[in-house]
């Protein structure tokens, strides 16, 4: 079973993955977000209010809620904590993924239970 950066990474129909070096803004909160990352190398701190609620290691997904929502918005700033590489996709290659491959549509939202069972444990 592929990991989840990995599943974004083959339904990618760009070649290049997008770059961010240590302290680079990936996106903020409440911007539009038109796509989903998979984090193939290095680490990236998601952000509230400013304050790290999160970090997103190799192997794991996040932005996706941004293509399941209708407003389509950021619900926090994603920052590069080290020089990282990430697959992304668009709303409709998520969805092809979703509908042609419910193993991926498991393992993004298997991803998401994790983040948010830390988070709940964080508190």
Not at 14 to 38: L, V
Not at 41 to 51: F, H, M, N, Q, R
């Amino acid at each position: 079973m592929l990991k989840p950066a990995k599943a974004v990474a083959v339904f990618q129909t760009a070649r290049e993955m997008k770059a961010y070096a240590a302290g680079e803004t990936i996106f903020e909160d409440g911007d539009y977000g038109d796509f989903m990352y998979g984090l193939m190398e290095g680490e990236v701190e998601l952000l509230i209010s400013g304050k790290v609620v999160e970090t997103i290691r190799k192997g794991d997904v996040f932005g996706e809620g941004a293509l399941v929502h209708k407003e389509h918005t950021r619900a926090s700033t994603a920052m590069a904590k080290t020089d990282c590489k990430l697959a992304y996709i668009d709303e409709k290659h998520f969805l092809f993924a979703v509908q042609e491959t419910p193993m991926f549509a498991l393992n993004v939202i298997r991803s998401y239970s994790d983040r948010l069972r830390r988070l709940k444990r964080s508190l």
